[in-house]
């Protein structure tokens, strides 16, 4: 499906200018490559005042348009799914601490294989990685320049807690502590990425996931990535 031809009409504006065609269509593409299965994971954009959010417990391939949550910058339902029987994501308040820290215009929450498995051969607190090429697509915080190949990026992890909401304050500690990170680990359930955009979040997460996945497979060769 051809993103910039993807419209229902001729006077519908394209999917990329709306954020409730847009997040379905996305989520669906990571349903596909296993970051939000099993109803889990998620993905957020902010619009000008306005944030919209994927539901809670919804089949994430199956999503539509009318099942977006639409909130504030505080939290505050602006707009409901049409389906009442839909719930606020879990995530909402660790969307917001990237919103609210970073000026973030897009969250993506992936319960990858990769990211989760990383945290698990990794010790500590931190996940560094250097001398790869996709390095280079991750900026730094929220600075316009990239990390360079040959510098070492660091991704904080921190533990994962029975209730997501839980995560909060844990997860805005980490963002403090590390200004230049663009994702926050959680140990043993996945990542949290966010970026100036939607098309910044999405290939941020994108590149991490590719570094998640080849610090695997070096492991696996008992090979250094750090």
Not at 100 to 115: E, L, P, T, W, Y
Not at 173 to 196: E, F, M, Q, S
């Amino acid at each position: 499906m051809d993103l910039t031809k993807a419209t229902i009409s001729s006077k519908e504006a394209p999917i990329e200018t709306d954020p409730k065609r847009l997040i379905p269509y996305l989520c669906n593409n990571f349903y596909r490559l296993g970051w939000v299965s099993g109803t889990g994971g998620g993905m957020s954009i902010k619009i000008s005042n306005k944030i919209y959010i994927a539901p809670s417990g919804v089949q994430k391939e199956m999503m539509r348009p009318e099942d977006i949550f639409v909130i504030d910058a505080v939290g505050e339902i602006i707009e409901k799914p049409l389906n009442c029987n839909l719930s606020m994501s879990e995530c909402t308040p660790l969307f917001l601490n990237a919103y609210r820290m970073r000026n973030a215009g897009a969250v993506i929450h992936s319960h990858s294989i990769n990211s989760n498995l990383v945290t698990v051969i990794t010790p500590g607190t931190e996940f560094r990685i250097t001398r790869q090429e996709m390095i280079k697509g991750i900026r730094k915080g929220s600075a316009l320049v990239s990390h360079r190949n040959d510098e070492t990026l660091i991704v904080p992890i921190i533990e994962n807690t029975c209730y997501e909401r839980e995560l909060t304050e844990k997860m805005a500690d980490a963002i403090r502590k590390y200004p230049d990170t663009n994702a926050v680990l959680v140990r043993r359930h996945g990542v949290y990425v966010w970026g100036p955009s939607w098309q910044g979040a999405k290939t941020m997460a994108e590149c991490y996931e590719y570094l998640f996945e080849i610090a695997v497979e070096m492991r696996k060769l008992n090979m250094r990535y750090d």
